[in-house]
């Protein structure tokens, strides 16, 4: 079993800044990548930014210079610190881990989701 617990969404004005977090835990082996997917109301859901176990980092062109994207030095939590909100922005942010359990399956588990909405 593994878990993937997200917070720190919730209602932001445009221009403010915020900061996800997601925490695997569970029968965990090792983890490759961590990612953070996000959603909005009639669209496909869509790459945000992702980061490897060696710390590489990858951002999609709409949030590049205002995302990023980083992990603990566990590195089974991780973390979207997001600025300079734009009401584009509004979207329900999914957490999506690449790992390999304890019993050598790999899986890439989503999370619930958090919903961020950025208005005035």
């Known amino acids: 079993q593994v878990q993937l617990a997200e917070s720190g969404g919730g209602l932001v004005q445009p221009g403010e800044s915020l900061r996800l977090s997601c925490a695997a835990s569970?029968?965990?082996?090792?983890?490759?990548?961590m990612a953070w997917y996000r959603q909005a109301p009639g669209q496909q859901r869509e790459l945000v930014a992702s980061?490897?176990?060696?710390?590489?980092?990858r951002y999609a062109d709409s949030v590049k210079g205002r995302a990023t994207i980083s992990t603990n030095s566990a590195k089974n939590t991780v973390y979207l610190q997001m600025n300079s909100l734009k009401p584009d922005d509004t979207a329900v942010y999914y957490c999506?881990?690449?790992?390999?359990?304890?019993?050598?399956?790999?899986?890439?588990?989503w999370g619930k989701g958090t919903l961020v909405t950025v208005s005035s």
């Open positions: 999506n881990v690449d790992l390999l359990t304890k019993r050598m399956s790999r899986l890439r588990p």
């Open positions: 569970g029968n965990i082996l090792s983890i490759n990548t």
């Open positions: 980061i490897t176990d060696a710390g590489n980092t």
